[in-house]
T-cell receptor, first 114, second 115 residues
Framework: AQKITQTQPGMFVQEKEAVTLDCTYD???????LFWYKQPSSGEMIFLIY??????QNATEGRYSLNFQKARKSANLVISASQLGDSAMYFC???????????FGTGTRLTIIP | KAGVTQTPRYLIKTRGQQVTLSCSPI?????VSWYQQTPGQGLQFLFE???????NKGNFPGRFSGRQFSNSRSEMNVSTLELGDSALYLC??????????????FGPGTRLLVL
């Protein structure tokens, strides 16, 4: 079984500051994928970034980077230079090897303050 | 390339009725998964279809069912609706059957309200 823990229910961040959203995971799989999604109030889940368990380098996608610490089983999302449009719910998720579902955390509501 | 589309976007039903939701995956994607999102339970996996066959199923009662067509479009059906079925239903597609490296791309969801 897989488990994702997001310990920050909500965060308030000043515009243009960097923000780190925490995510820890638990799995017995050796091969797995970690994902971050953004969900604005409209409801659509927007894929942000992916990290494979065997990737040696941290994933980056524009202003998003994933701080992957395998030994600590953490996969924190870092958003640089936050913008007002970054205000949304953010979900960390993982998927094991083989035919398995995505397991989601409870999410972090991020609010960017002008 | 067009994204995942879901219809309808909003639905209001009464208890005891049934409902059918539709999902069209990204062109070329053959795997479709369904998730239910509620404030109390969060995001929960319903089922995954690939090549018209259900490959994986979550822990939901038999009132929840689905199918996939030869063009990869999928429908899910909920019979005998209950108040607790009120939720956002999200559909996601990926090119191949699930594995750790397969990213799932989500549609805008269908908001179902059961009165």
């Amino acid at each position: 079984a897989q488990k994702i823990t997001q310990t920050q229910p909500g965060m308030f961040v000043q515009e243009k500051e960097a923000v780190t959203l925490d995510c820890t995971y638990d799995t017995s799989d050796q091969s797995y994928g970690l994902f971050w999604y953004k969900q604005p109030s409209s409801g659509e889940m927007i894929f942000l970034i992916y990290q494979g368990s065997y990737d040696e380098q941290n994933a980056t996608e524009g202003r998003y980077s994933l701080n992957f610490q395998k030994a600590r089983k953490s996969a924190n999302l870092v958003i640089s230079a936050s913008q007002l449009g970054d205000s949304a719910m953010y979900f960390c998720a993982m998927r094991g090897r083989g035919n398995e579902k995505l397991t989601f955390g409870t999410g972090t509501r991020l609010t960017i303050i002008p | 390339k067009a994204g995942v589309t879901q219809t309808p976007r909003y639905l209001i039903k009464t208890r005891g009725q049934q409902v059918t939701l539709s999902c069209s995956p990204i062109s070329g994607h053959r795997s479709v998964s369904w998730y239910q999102q509620t404030p109390g339970q969060g995001l929960q996996f319903l089922f995954e279809y690939f090549s018209e066959t259900q490959r994986n199923k979550g822990n939901f009662p038999g009132r929840f069912s689905g199918r996939q067509f030869s063009n990869s479009r999928s429908e899910m059906n909920v019979s005998t609706l209950e108040l607790g079925d009120s939720a956002l239903y999200l559909c996601a597609s990926s090119p191949r059957l699930g594995s750790g490296a397969e990213t799932q791309y989500f549609g805008p969801g269908t908001r179902l309200l059961v009165l």
